[in-house]
C-alpha cells in the first residue's frame, strides 16, 4: 500500500498533532515514511521515528523553508509517486487542509478529513470521521486507487515505540508557478499559548462577573501551560480580546482538556469545543447546560474553587 507522512514543523519542533498522523500512518501500514520540511531541532527527528516511521524525507530546500501551500503540495505529490505511496496521512489542520485539497487534486486521490478510527479494508477502503462538529460521525468509501486522510487531532495516541528512522535528504523540483505568491512577513502573539495549537484550555465566562476578575483564569492557565479563552458574551463586552472567543463563531478548539470556568454551556460554545478530549466544568448552578457535556463537574462558586485548585495543581507540581 505505502504510506507517506506529511510532518508540520514550528519553531524546529514536531507537533502533536503530526506525531499522531505518524502513529496512525504506523496503523495503516509498518513503518511508514515521513515528509518534513525546513530546519528541524536535534532529537525531533528521534521523535518521528518513535512516533512509527521508519524513514523521514527531509527537504531543506530553504526556498521550502517556509511553509507554502503550493509549493508543499506539489513536493508531496513528488514524494507520493517517488516513494510509491498510494495514502497520504497529515493532521486536519490550517496548513494540512489546504496542502491535502491541492494534493488531492495533483494525485488524483480520495480525500476523507476529521478522520478518528484506522481504515476498514475488510470490504473495499473505508474510515470513520467525525462530522457535525463532533456530534456525529460518517462512514466514507474511498475508490480511487490514492488516498488522503487528515486525521483528527487527540484521536490517535502517540506511539513511543518506534526506532531510528532513516533520514534521507530530499529535494523536490520546484517551479516558479508555486512561488507566485509569497510570504513577506509573518507575526504570531508571543509570551502565550494560542488556543488552535493548545493542549490545555482555560476559559472563563460570564460567571466571572467582569474582566478585573481574569488573573485568576491567566494563574490557572500559566500553572497549566494552558491557553486562555472566553465565552461570546465575554469578548462581545470587551472583557477580553475577540481573539479568546471560543464557539461556533468563534475559535474551534479541541485540546486534550478544555475547562469551563462559570460558562453556562450554551450551544454555540458547546459546537467549538465538543472536539475536546476531556472536558471540566466549574458553576455553581447545578443545572448548567454544559454539565452534560463535561466529564468531570464541580458545582462550587469559582471564586473559590479556581484560586484552590491553583494551589493544588502547584503543589504538585
Known amino acids: 500500500m505505502g504510506a507517506l507522512v506529511f510532518v508540520e514543523i514550528e519553531e524546529g519542533f514536531v507537533k502533536k498533532s503530526s506525531l499522531e498522523a505518524v502513529s496512525y500512518a504506523a496503523g495503516v501500514e509498518n513503518g511508514p515514511t515521513a515528509i518534513v520540511f525546513g530546519v528541524i531541532n536535534d532529537g525531533e527527528i528521534e521523535k518521528i521515528g518513535a512516533a512509527g516511521a521508519a524513514k523521514v524525507l527531509h527537504v531543506t530546500d530553504d526556498k521550502l523553508s517556509t511553509p507554502n501551500i503550493m509549493a508543499y503540495a506539489s513536493a508531496i505529490a513528488e514524494a507520493m509517486d517517488k516513494e510509491g505511496s498510494s495514502v497520504l496521512v497529515l493532521a486536519k489542520s490550517s496548513l494540512g487542509d489546504p496542502v491535502s485539497a491541492r494534493v488531492a487534486i495533483k494525485t488524483g486521490a480520495s480525500l476523507a478529513t476529521n478522520v478518528v478510527e484506522l481504515p476498514d479494508t475488510s470490504n473495499g477502503f473505508k474510515v470513520k470521521c467525525s462530522i457535525y462538529t463532533g456530534k456525529a460521525f460518517a462512514v466514507t468509501e474511498l475508490k480511487n486507487d490514492k488516498k488522503i ?14 526506532g531510528a528512522p532513516e533520514v534521507e535528504v530530499f529535494a523536490p523540483a520546484t517551479n516558479d ?141
Not at 486522510?149 to 518506534?162: H, S
Not at 512577513?185 to 482555560?202: F, M, Q, Y
Not at 472563563?204 to 488573573?215: H, I, V, Y
Not at 460558562?263 to 466549574?282: D, E, T
Open 149 to 162: 486522510l487528515g486525521v483528527k487531532k487527540n484521536a490517535v495516541a502517540v506511539k513511543e515505540d518506534g
Open 177 to 317: 508557478a508555486d512561488f507566485q505568491v509569497k510570504v513577506t512577513n509573518s507575526e504570531k502573539a508571543t509570551g502565550e499559548v494560542l488556543l488552535p495549537e493548545a493542549e490545555i484550555v482555560v476559559s472563563g465566562g460570564r460567571g466571572l462577573k467582569g474582566p478585573e476578575n481574569w488573573g485568576m483564569i491567566e494563574d490557572l492557565a500559566k500553572t497549566l501551560g494552558a491557553a486562555t479563552g472566553c465565552s461570546k458574551p465575554v469578548s462581545d463586552m470587551d472583557w477580553r480580546p475577540h481573539h479568546e472567543h471560543v464557539g461556533q463563531t468563534g475559535v474551534k478548539v479541541s485540546p486534550s482538556l478544555y475547562i469551563a470556568v462559570g460558562i453556562s454551556g450554551a450551544i454555540q460554545h458547546l459546537a467549538g469545543v465538543n472536539s475536546s478530549k476531556y472536558i471540566l466544568v466549574i458553576n455553581k448552578d447545578e443545572d448548567a447546560p454544559f454539565f452534560k457535556a463535561a466529564d468531570y463537574g464541580v458545582v462550587g462558586d469559582a471564586f473559590d474553587v479556581v484560586p484552590k485548585l491553583t494551589e493544588a495543581i502547584k503543589k504538585a507540581q
